[in-house]
């Protein structure tokens, strides 16, 4: 082809940046190499020439399962009537595997990131008419919100997502992006046994990003160009589980109970960990020195601003001091045991507790759900047991809304609230691991001046001193986060509706009360219920959260370390719940565990809070602190 034969004199040194910009996006893809040269020609060029080889038809009323094998050898099991144009070899020579020119751009109609998937399409002119069409969304008595809220639930049967991997991104950056491919690349259907392979491709010179088309073996004039929707799952139940949202199947015969994870798990996740042995052990290090001068390394900044007490003097090294309190996380607590002897504010295994996914198996323990955990499921290790459940109370026509977040994430970034079973499937296909809660759908609201009743949730800060015994102390002060928008089950994309995250957006919608302000607005709110009793619920429910941490041997369980000493804020939040005679009470639900915690409102308001914590971790005194001791 004379097109193809121009484009053959290509600057070996261009290819060569080309390769070193992309090849590990290459590799990643499992592109064939004898691709590469052609590839690097078309995104030079902006060659966009799939209307060559492909064309789209219609697909048949009458076109079955039949017919699809008939025309297609090995397509048994494509899916029929899904979309109504399928894709198809125009060449009258087919398409040949080997041939380097075999490889196709695809242009991308959307590209979006899910929170801001609602605005673009109503703010972009022409956007939510060309989705419609492109997903063949009924229109006929739709208003425009009717049909922005159809394409928000069927683009889970179209996008497809990337992440950026550049180091320098900055982690909101590094969230997810969804995609939906153009009107031709929409209109490839699934196979078991696809014709050809895509993937995206992010093309750096134009800072845009394509889905690269290829075959996997020769097609000829006339067959179907399919691909595998679930590309990569082998195992049978997943396959079945991420093909939900284009072939529905009844999954409610799986248990949905929490898998049971064997110590191997847990092992691999702490194999970097140093544990020091029983022998290995010195306990005087839990034993107060009332009078010691204990000299304090930290490289955390409000620690430095706000440590004064005169037991704590700061010094400049880790080798001259007793105690470290470091911001990064601490691995060889052996070597501190043995040799250096040393405090260190951190816990072996503690991301048992930091972690969303590891917090729930803690919180479990080796009992019965407790009531102030909400059921979660791990999305890596038990979706479909998610699934299953989803589906069960979907027959029993009970509420079905899960909040799904991110592992690793803070500040509520990756989360979202859905009711959506294909978007939560399609949502673990990102590189970021997740966990669904069930989301409290009857939370305690808090009247907001101006705005109306709003989410409210709650951090309270404690400081652990020991496992064993566990002795636990819990900060008086207490702060607090609200919503912007009035509460409500719907429009679970609206995050001001339905996170109280705040800190990081609009100021001025932030709206701060401080907690012994706090208290008699709750009291004049909820008249018959007082604070002092709330508070002690909400105590004892953070002891029984550190019973269950202790309660299995590490790795699964934290372990006893006489030199471990730790903060940590734990968020909560209060939803209405009955008793045996139907009365109703506030019901404490924990969420999250943070380890060395945001505290520059806690300073701001209570510059005494670093002398409180360390008073009471290392000299057990909290004579004249706001702490209250759990255990």
Known sequence: ?????????????????????????????YVPEHYWQSL?????????????????VQVEEEEGDEKVEKDNPGNEDVIPEVIPLKVVVSNEEGLDAGDAHSIYLIDHAWTYRED????????????????????????????????????????????QTYNIGNQEASVEEKLPVWYIMDEFGSRIRHSNHPSMKTCPFFYLPAQQCFTLLWPIRDLDYGEEVTRDYAYGIMEPQLRLVHMLPWQPADLTYISIENKELDLSYYESIFRSEMRPTEDEIDDSFLKPRSDHIYKVYTDVVHTKNYLTHPQFPLVETKEEAEILWLQNHFKDYKLLAIENKQ??????????????????KTARGNKDQPKWLQKTYDLVNELPQFVSCFQQREKRGEENIWICKTWNLSRGLGHCVSNDLNQIIRLTETKLPKIACEYVTDPVLFQRDGVGKVKMDFCFTV????????????????????????????????????????????????????????????????????????????????????????????PKGLPHNPQSRAVYSIDLILKWAENKDGDKYMQPVLFEVNYCPDNTRMCKYHPEFFNDAFSSLFLDDISDRAVIPLL
């Open 40 to 56: 690097h020609n078309k995104l030079k060029n902006e060659l966009y020439d799939a209307g060559s080889m492909f064309m789209m």
């Open 343 to 360: 405090y260190i504010n951190q816990f072996p295994c503690e991301a048992l507790l930091t972690t969303k996914d590891l917090f729930a």
């Open 1 to 29: 082809m004379a097109e193809h034969a121009a484009l053959e004199n290509n600057n070996g040194d261009e290819f060569k940046e080309f390769l070193n910009q992309h090849q590990i996006q290459l590799d990643i893809s």
């Open 116 to 159: 801001g998937a609602r605005k673009q399409l109503e703010e972009i002119h022409g956007l939510v008419e060309r989705m419609v069409a492109l997903m063949n969304i009924e229109t006929e008595n739709k208003n425009r919100e009717e049909l922005i809220d159809s394409v928000l639930k069927e683009m889970w049967k179209y996008n």
């Open 463 to 554: 400081f652990l001193a020991s496992t064993k015994p566990l002795k636990l102390f819990v900060h008086r002060n207490f702060s607090l986060r609200f919503s912007s928008k009035p509460f409500s089950l719907d429009h679970f994309d609206d995050y001001v509706k339905h996170f109280t995250v705040m800190n990081y957006m609009d100021p001025a919608k932030l709206l701060q009360i401080h907690w012994h302000e706090f208290i008699p607005l709750f009291e004049e709110q909820y008249p018959n219920h007082s604070w002092q009793g709330i508070q002690e619920s909400i105590h004892q429910t953070l002891r029984e959260f550190f019973q269950a941490a202790v309660s299995q041997p590490a």
